[in-house]
């Protein structure tokens, strides 16, 4: 499954080995535990990558039979929308996480490993 953490920062990626049950189950005992509020709610989020390398049509496949989607943003980026689950603290929070279980372990793998490619500086020899 799918991890994003969205931050005031930026997004940050993990590829976790969990079920969503266990994941939201764990997130809630948290917030009890420690007094806070907790929002939960089935949702979708988007996020860009480099369209450098990636094979559009490919990805596109594998999210077909997702309630997800892979877009051509322009000559540089393309946007992926993943259906998952929305934790925050209020239901208007910019701040949270999203857990986005895919049935095909191979489409996580591949968006995971588009997203690590694309925070390595790129090296060049001249």
Known sequence: MLKLTY???????????????????????????????????????????PAIGVGLVELGLLLHHEASSVVKVDDESIEVTLTGVWIAESPVADEGIFFAPLSDSKAESWIYKLWQDSLSPISSCV
């Open 7 to 49: 931050t005031e920062t930026g997004l940050h990626m993990e590829l976790v080995d969990t079920s969503l049950d266990h994941a939201i189950a764990s997130r809630s005992l948290l917030a009890l535990s420690l007094g806070c509020s907790l929002h939960i709610t089935p949702t979708e989020a988007s996020f860009l990558l």
